[in-house]
């Protein structure tokens, strides 16, 4: 059994197609053997894209020595020489319980669509070569993880729902017009080894939406769902009237015919539902169209706010799907990490007394939780499923959870306001950076230190109160502690080289940590059930007068609105991220091909917009849909640019009158009592 998994963090960027061929940096930012200073340049082989066609279609891969071929020209540009030297060192620091997490950060879409799960790399194990076997590919050691890890704006963890045990959704769909004469998908013999696959476990229960139409879809997530489980087909498709391809999950209709979902449509649908993990045994359900990597839907889930998603990057048999599903849900209950869960899922295809070919690294593991955290599978899956007790509407364990569900508000908002603070510390820093160390730079960096060293310990007082999510504050602190440690370094080092890595490691964490205590807060202020503490403070006797209760009862309505306007401006703003990160060319292909759904989300959020900037932002909408109307490139993307401007500056506002809600709402509650 594996305890932990270490992590690995490698980045890949600076994607380059030139007459010369096409290249790209690989670097090692982090590791048991520390990191990686200088990035490396590889070279993709020419051919390698005819290789990959030919994996797909299954041309290549029949004989283990071409898979292993494959493998090792993935491997030597996935571990270049010096980052591969990073990888082994760490692998030989692992304790004999812990195991390395190899996660991937692509900076460049075209990396993004390479089957990293197929690398191979020999490691001095059983004299190398052909004689590893599938040992030799990283997916297939156990103590290796290999995740593609989406760093986003809006990271986020999802709100803990109050059922006891975990639920499991499973969304079979075979429609009719997609079965093959004499070659079924078999979800119903999927369907019977989920059952079974489950029966042992404790604390899951299973749920079947059949037949799988939108409208039952959309009935049954009512509920929420912990596990979302889809088996069926899953396709990237191009529009009919043109247009960039986009990925979809076909459900059927309610006379049996194919129904595609378009991925924007289903990440809308699972969003908010608390799904921990998302499951898509479907082909082709975690591949790319290789212009937008939010295209495939497994990706696109991840963005949604799921911190776990698996999905398919090519076709698999029925046989791998089953085998792969069926030992997957077993291994959740008694393994402690998705990782090791999905390595004993993988060795189940590898065990098949078949020829499954590439099927065992078809799988993807899409990770947007925070380093080395997991979901507590085992934790929550260990035990027999508790009934939950009959307890009446206001009793004691409930308001309980209300009053601690408004502490926790008021923690993040401690925690933010630290990191807020923090930020301006780093801005003060980088402004004098090119005068240190002379001068008196480094008295002013030491005291900006210091009172960063501050901020730190009030983060760390928040979470011994263990009222924030455990999985959200370590990451942050470890986080933290690191930055500020190697800040210090660069102090007493006086080293500009020391000082630029600080730097860095606090941008990274001043852009990632403040947005997911936003969500979180966010999602915590819209689950608040303010009539349940309502009815207590009016219950306890002369404690809260009623202006006292009324005050409360405003309050907590506007916290709640503040939540939703909150909800649809990080949406927003994640689609718009999306079409920023687009080259400069592209940028108006972008805002083309999104415009539906953007200009839906607009509607949807400017009623709730600041009043001081509705009217411009709404006159910078109209113009930016007129270009797109008119098929103007230079209107669109100069509106689009004007449009960001007003969002950027309203969405501050909102966030900001969000935090001062929950502060007040924490002090209403715990300080309005009448002397």
């Known amino acids: 059994m594996i305890d932990a998994y270490r992590n690995l963090d490698i980045r890949l960027f600076n994607h380059v197609r030139a007459a010369d061929g096409e290249r790209f940096c690989v670097q090692v930012e982090s590791s048991l053997a520390g990191g990686q200073g200088v990035p490396e340049e590889v070279c993709v082989p020419e051919d390698l894209a005819q290789q990959l066609a030919a994996l797909d279609a299954r041309r290549l891969g029949g004989q283990r020595s071409e898979l292993i071929a494959l493998g090792q020209r993935i491997g030597a540009l996935l571990l270049p020489p010096v980052a591969r030297s990073f990888f082994t060192s760490s692998l030989a620091k692992l304790a004999p319980n812990e195991g ?3 996660r991937i950060k692509c900076s460049a879409i075209a990396l993004d669509v390479v089957p990293w799960e197929f690398a191979y790399v020999e490691r001095d194990l059983d004299g190398g070569g052909e004689a590893l076997g599938l040992r030799g590919f990283l997916v297939g050691d156990s103590r290796v993880s290999v995740v ?17 045990g975990w639920r499991l959704l499973a969304v079979p769909c075979e429609p009719e017009d997609r079965r093959m004469p004499g070659q079924p998908l078999q979800v119903d013999q999927e369907l019977k080894n989920l059952r079974a696959a489950i029966a042992g476990v404790g604390g899951l229960e299973m749920l079947v939406c059949q037949p799988a139409t939108r409208e039952a879809l959309q009935r049954v997530l009512l509920d929420g769902t912990e596990i979302f489980h889809f088996s069926g087909h899953g396709e990237v498709m191009t529009p009919a009237h043109g247009g960039a391809p986009s990925a979809h999950l076909i459900l059927q209709r309610d006379d049996g ?4 979902w378009e991925v924007d449509a289903l990440a809308r649908s699972l969003a908010s539902k608390g799904i921990r993990l998302a499951v898509l045994a479907a082909c082709q359900s975690a591949r790319t169209d290789g212009r937008n990597k939010w295209a495939g839907v497994a990706p696109s889930l991840v963005r949604a706010g799921i911190p776990v998603v698996i999905g398919m990057q090519y076709s698999v048999y029925d046989a791998s799907a089953v085998a792969f599903s069926k030992m997957l849900y077993l291994a959740l209950s008694r393994v402690d990490t998705i990782d090791e869960a999905m390595a004993e899922a993988r060795g189940a295809i590898m065990n098949l007394d078949l020829q499954t070919g590439r099927d065992f690294a078809t799988p993807v593991l899409y990770m947007r939780i925070a380093e080395g955290h997991e979901l507590g599978l085992r934790a929550a899956l260990a035990g027999p499923a508790a009934a939950p007790a009959a307890v009446r509407a206001g009793s004691s364990s409930e308001v309980a959870i209300v009053l601690s569900e408004i502490a926790e508000l008021h923690d993040h908002k401690v925690v933010h306001d630290a990191l807020h603070s923090t930020r301006g510390d780093l801005t003060m820093i980088q402004l004098r950076r090119d005068e240190f160390p002379a001068g008196s730079s480094l008295a002013q960096f030491s005291a900006h230190c210091r009172d960063m060293k501050k901020r730190l310990l009030d983060v760390r007082r928040v979470a011994q109160q263990e009222r924030c999510d455990a999985q959200l504050m370590l990451p942050l602190i470890e986080e933290f502690a690191a930055a500020v440690g190697t800040l210090e370094e660069a102090l007493a080092q006086r080293s500009v080289d020391r000082l630029d890595d600080a730097l860095a490691a606090f941008d990274t964490l001043l852009t990632v940590q403040p947005a997911l205590i936003d969500t979180t807060m966010a999602s915590l202020a819209k689950h608040l059930d303010l ?3 309502l009815a207590f403070l009016g219950g ?12 409360i009862r405003a309050l907590g309505l506007r916290l709640r609105k503040g939540a939703t306007v909150h909800t649809l401006c990080q949406g927003l703003d994640n689609r718009l991220a999306v079409i920023r990160k687009a080259a400069e060319a592209q940028r108006f292909h972008e805002i083309r091909r999104q415009w539906r759904v953007l200009s839906d989300s607009i509607a949807r959020m400017l009623p709730d917009w600041t009043s001081a900037g509705c009217a411009d932002l709404g006159r910078h909408a109209e113009l930016l849909g007129s270009g797109v109307a008119a098929n103007d490139a230079l209107s669109t993307c100069t509106a689009f640019g004007e449009f960001c401007d007003d969002f950027d500056y309203g969405f501050y506002t909102i966030d900001s009158d969000l935090k001062q809600l929950c502060g007040d709402m924490k002090d209403k509650v715990s300080g309005g009592r009448r002397a």
């Not at 890890?149 to 006891?164: D, H, M, N, T």
């Not at 015919?257 to 595609?260: E, H, I, L, T």
């Open 148 to 164: 593609r890890y989406e760093v986003c704006s809006q990271l986020a963890a999802p709100v803990q729902g109050r059922r006891a």
């Open 100 to 102: 390395l997490r190899l």
């Open 257 to 260: 015919a194919s129904d595609p």
């Open 540 to 551: 306890v006797g002369a404690d809260f007068d009623a202006g006292a209760i009324e005050e």
């Open 531 to 533: 009539e349940l503490l």
